[in-house]
């Protein structure tokens, strides 16, 4: 091989070793455009989130904004629910206003903006709360490897990200998987279990209701039930 047919060798080498090795470095920081803030949709939240709003003493004001989403998988998210966006077409003004307690199909909060991000002052409203789903977006872990769940995001490939904010990084997204798993198996079973006892407490308190009647009122209501069934079977002939 002639020498400058090396040399060419040489450097396409190093080219390819350059790309490959700049294909793979994950830089990433945050440069606070709150993108992901306009249109994160439901955020997942785990144990690890409860304990520190409990240590701060901010549950309470969580508590409107709590919901349970039902995953893909078949089980159950405690989220952070979104702002409803606004329904379009014929609705009434009234019906329009953003509120967290209606209650939307989980599609339309997909990609709606958080019910924590104020648009006027451009800013979390709960930063120091922030759940731990925030703290690693856009890395997450899957028990295997780990993926950017939004290539939009202008914080990927800024530079400045030191090795020890890689690793911290990726040690919150594998708590955030760890947490998110060990929700994703207690939750089924405390929705179970409390929603049992809810429907004996229930039972309970209509069974003393029933016992607490006068004779009289017992009768009229015996009348009221008697006279039901009796339509219902008129209906049916
Ligand atoms: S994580 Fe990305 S999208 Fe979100 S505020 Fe930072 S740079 Fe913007
Ligand atoms: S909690 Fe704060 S950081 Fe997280 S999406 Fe909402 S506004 Fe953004």
């Avoid at 800013?123 to 731990?132: A, D």
């Avoid at 929603?195 to 004996?200: A, D, G, L, Q, V």
Wanted: include cysteine.
């Amino acid at each position: 091989m002639s020498e400058t047919k090396k040399d060419e060798q040489i450097e396409n080498n190093e080219k390819k070793k350059e790309s490959e090795s700049s294909k793979t470095k994950f830089t990433f920081k945050c440069t606070r455009c709150d993108k992901c803030c306009l249109s994160r949709g439901p955020i997942p939240i785990t144990a690890w989130d409860l304990q520190l709003w409990a240590h701060n003493k901010v549950v309470a004001n969580f508590l409107p904004y709590l919901d349970i989403q039902e995953i893909p998988s078949g089980g159950i998210d405690l989220i952070l629910k979104p702002i409803v966006p606004p329904k379009s077409g014929n609705d009434d003004e009234a019906s329009n206003t953003p509120s967290p307690f209606r209650q939307v199909p989980i599609e339309d909060l997909l990609g709606a903006k958080c019910s924590m991000y104020n648009e006027e002052q451009k800013k979390c409203l709960i930063y120091e709360n922030r759940p731990l789903s925030c703290r690693t977006y856009p890395l997450e872990f899957d028990g295997n490897s780990f993926t950017i769940v939004d290539e939009e995001c202008p914080g990927i490939g800024e530079e400045g990200m030191t090795k020890e904010d890689l690793k911290e990084m990726r040690d919150i997204a594998k708590t955030m998987f760890l947490e998110l798993a060990r929700m994703r198996i207690s939750l089924p079973v405390l929705y179970q279990v409390l929603s049992k006892t809810f429907m004996m407490d229930l039972m309970k308190q209509q069974m003393e209701v029933m016992s607490n009647m006068s004779e009289e009122d017992r009768a009229k209501l015996d009348e009221i039930m008697k006279k039901n069934q009796d339509n219902e079977h008129e209906h049916e002939h």
